[in-house]
């Protein structure tokens, strides 16, 4: 089967799953074209070494690659976001009439919505049948964030994107969601409930799993012979870092909580440490992928937490995932499908989202949790991510899917 991949980030950017499933769908003998632009997530500026040019193509073993240039953004202007968008939507949409001209199938990574653009075309003209992924419910993620207009300027961008979404459903002959409530909410989008598939995201399975402490790890911790909590990613608007910040201020005298990532919140983030003379908080910035599982390792918990939006209900932050790859508990302030499943499966602890005074409880409760109920709640970590979140049962649902679809339409 020949499948067209496209997705407005890909590697050596840090969103892994477009890569992964390139790679590993031609490793089981697919024929796989990567349309995608130039590196630049999530500094917003094009990486060292890479230089915009519009007839680049590279090869990764058996995968193709095609980029094409973009204008680089992520900042928190929304006009800059739109316009990243909008150009890779244009220049993926020409480049694509060739690049994908004989796939069987199209796979497109969302957000951006733009991304179809060339899957559309795809369509209209070959009758290519479309498989999307979705990551973020939109418009709900763009209006919620922080960064939208309000008012008037605002009521239009919603609309219009919401508009954009019910066509991109339409187009699409499947959907796959990350998680069950998405799947609710696309469906009340518009989506035809029997195109839509629950494949929970994997995470990078090569570099995320359970390695020993190490003394370096610990050091750049700032380990301090107590609990430690870490938290590790994007210090964006949606996180609720400052929710984490207050709780582990009121629990300075029983943990430490350590920040392993940057992001458009983080001078905020920084300020609001400081404002509360919370010393337990320390900011250690971005470190290389491959050292992140002896990190993850060197501390007791991983947090993940999320600000109290609709649209984050649905969502199931990545570092989750690496949480349980590596074999480490979680404490969730989360709500929706992300604090549901770490509660069902009992590996963490969970409190709502942005109350920070019940997350300063879970951090005590975490404190004086015994070293044999902490490595329970690992090992069942662990066992979940294996049975229902590795990359192998990923790929394999994939397989599946794009192959049903490019039956139907008569392509494979």
Same mark, same amino acid.
């Given at each position: 089967?020949?499948?067209?991949?496209?997705?407005?980030?890909?590697?050596?950017? %840090?969103?892994?799953?477009?890569?992964?499933?390139?790679?590993?769908?031609?490793?089981? @003998?697919?024929?796989?074209?990567?349309?995608?632009?130039?590196?630049?997530?999530?500094?917003?500026?094009?990486?060292?070494?890479?230089?915009?040019?519009?007839?680049?193509?590279?090869?990764?073993?058996?995968?193709?690659?095609?980029?094409?240039?973009?204008?680089?953004?992520?900042?928190?202007?929304?006009?800059?976001?739109?316009?990243?968008?909008?150009?890779?939507?244009?220049?993926?949409?020409?480049?694509?009439?060739?690049?994908?001209?004989?796939?069987?199938?199209?796979?497109?990574?969302?957000?951006?919505?733009?991304?179809?653009?060339?899957?559309?075309?795809?369509?209209?003209?070959?009758?290519?049948?479309?498989?999307?992924?979705?990551?973020?419910?939109?418009? !709900?993620?763009?209006?919620?964030?922080?960064?939208?207009?309000?008012?008037?300027?605002?009521?239009?961008? !919603?609309?219009?994107?919401?508009?954009?979404?019910?066509?991109?459903?339409?187009?699409?002959?499947?959907?796959?969601?990350?998680?069950?409530?998405?799947? !609710?909410?696309?469906?009340?989008?518009?989506?035809?409930?029997?195109?839509?598939?629950?494949?929970?995201?994997?995470?990078?399975?090569?570099?995320?799993?359970?390695?020993?402490?190490?003394? !370096?790890?610990?050091?750049?911790? @700032?380990?301090?012979?107590?609990?430690?909590?870490?938290?590790? @990613?994007?210090?964006?608007?949606?996180?609720?870092?400052?929710?984490?910040?207050?709780?582990?201020?009121?629990?300075?005298?029983?943990?430490?909580?350590?920040?392993?990532?940057?992001?458009?919140?983080?001078?905020?983030?920084?300020?609001?440490?400081?404002?509360?003379?919370?010393?337990?908080?320390?900011?250690?910035?971005?470190?290389?992928?491959?050292?992140?599982?002896?990190?993850?390792?060197?501390?007791?918990?991983?947090?993940?937490?999320?600000?109290?939006?609709?649209?984050?209900?649905?969502?199931?932050?990545?570092?989750?995932?690496?949480?349980?790859?590596? @074999?480490?508990?979680?404490?969730?302030?989360? %709500?929706?499908?992300?604090?549901?499943?770490?509660?069902?499966?009992?590996?963490?602890?969970?409190?709502?989202?942005?109350?920070?005074?019940?997350?300063?409880?879970?951090?005590?409760?975490?404190?004086?949790?015994?070293?044999?109920?902490?490595?329970?709640?690992?090992?069942?970590?662990?066992?979940?991510?294996?049975?229902?979140?590795?990359?192998?049962?990923?790929?394999?649902?994939?397989?599946?899917?794009?192959?049903?679809?490019?039956?139907?339409? %008569?392509?494979?």
């Amino acid at each position: 089967m020949k499948i067209g991949l496209i997705s407005q980030w890909y590697p050596p950017e %840090g969103v892994f799953i477009p890569g992964n499933l390139a790679h590993q769908l031609a490793g089981r @003998g697919h024929e796989v074209k990567v349309l995608t632009t130039f590196p630049s997530y999530p500094y917003g500026r094009v990486f060292p070494g890479w230089q915009q040019r519009w007839r680049h193509r590279e090869t990764e073993g058996p995968v193709m690659v095609r980029r094409v240039p973009a204008y680089p953004s992520h900042d928190t202007s929304t006009v800059r976001r739109a316009l990243s968008h909008l150009s890779f939507g244009a220049t993926s949409a020409v480049a694509g009439a060739r690049w994908l001209a004989d796939v069987d199938v199209t796979y497109v990574y969302h957000p951006p919505p733009t991304a179809i653009a060339a899957a559309a075309l795809q369509r209209a003209a070959r009758r290519t049948p479309i498989v999307l992924h979705l990551q973020d419910l939109w418009p !709900e993620s763009v209006t919620q964030s922080g960064m939208a207009p309000t008012g008037r300027a605002g009521r239009w961008l !919603e609309r219009s994107i919401g508009a954009l979404m019910r066509g991109t459903y339409r187009l699409a002959d499947a959907i796959v969601v990350i998680s069950p409530t998405m799947a !609710e909410r696309v469906v009340a989008g518009g989506a035809d409930p029997d195109r839509v598939r629950v494949v929970w995201n994997w995470t990078d399975d090569a570099l995320f799993r359970p390695v020993p402490v190490t003394d !370096e790890a610990r050091a750049a911790l @700032g380990h301090r012979q107590r609990c430690t909590v870490m938290f590790a @990613g994007n210090l964006g608007l949606l996180q609720g870092i400052e929710t984490a910040i207050r709780a582990a201020a009121a629990a300075s005298d029983r943990m430490d909580l350590v920040l392993v990532g940057s992001g458009a919140g983080e001078d905020g983030a920084r300020r609001l440490a400081a404002d509360l003379g919370a010393d337990n908080v320390r900011f250690i910035g971005r470190r290389p992928p491959e050292q992140m599982a002896e990190l993850y390792a060197a501390a007791h918990w991983q947090l993940v937490c999320l600000r109290d939006v609709p649209a984050l209900r649905a969502a199931v932050p990545s570092k989750l995932q690496a949480a349980l790859a590596c @074999g480490v508990p979680v404490i969730a302030a989360a %709500g929706g499908d992300t604090g549901a499943l770490v509660r069902s499966t009992g590996v963490g602890l969970v409190c709502p989202p942005e109350d920070w005074r019940a997350l300063a409880e879970r951090f005590v409760e975490a404190s004086e949790q015994p070293a044999a109920t902490r490595q329970a709640m690992a090992d069942r970590a662990r066992q979940v991510y294996r049975d229902r979140m590795s990359l192998r049962v990923g790929v394999d649902q994939f397989e599946d899917i794009l192959t049903k679809v490019a039956a139907q339409r %008569g392509r494979a």
